[in-house]
């Protein structure tokens, strides 16, 4: 696997119907067994995989905040940040995290964002599970 944007979410952005700025955002985490498709996963409802409900993981995630970046016109890019998200005193073991526009309400109105790939199984052990990444998101063109 590797960290992608979802299709789906650059034609949103585009419409207008997500906004970095002012919207409300999730990171739910998945197990390795979960395949991100960038052209095919649009909405929450496509994500399989997500870690098991309980031992310091909620279903659904946890609330994140991203932040637009200023206008890179060196590489041709803007990039969005994406917030520290942690999950205290848990028991967790995921691959990846998904980033999505929570709407709060049905899986299929919550547009996913991007996929971020841990390179591997990451756990904690009753301590801990922290999502901390440089990689934000990139749109250039």
């Not at 970046?69 to 994406?82: P, Q």
């Not at 990846?96 to 996929?115: I, N, P, Q, S």
């Amino acid at each position: 696997m590797a960290s992608l944007v979802y299709h789906n979410a650059i034609k949103k952005t585009l419409e207008g119907s997500i906004d970095y700025d002012t919207d409300t955002f999730y990171m739910m985490l998945v197990t390795s067994s979960y395949s991100p498709n960038k052209d095919t996963h649009d909405f929450r409802d496509d994500v399989t995989n997500e870690v098991a409900n309980g031992n310091g993981y909620t279903t659904k995630g946890a609330a994140v905040t991203l932040t637009v970046g200023s206008i890179d016109a060196t590489n041709d890019r803007v990039e969005i940040g994406i917030g520290t998200v942690t999950w205290a005193t848990s028991t967790i073991t995921a691959a990846g995290a998904v980033v999505y526009k929570y709407r709060g309400g049905a899986d299929t109105a919550d547009e996913l964002v991007c996929f971020l790939d841990f390179g591997g199984d990451v756990a904690s052990a009753g301590g801990d599970f922290q999502v901390v990444t440089s990689q934000g998101i990139r749109f250039s063109n």
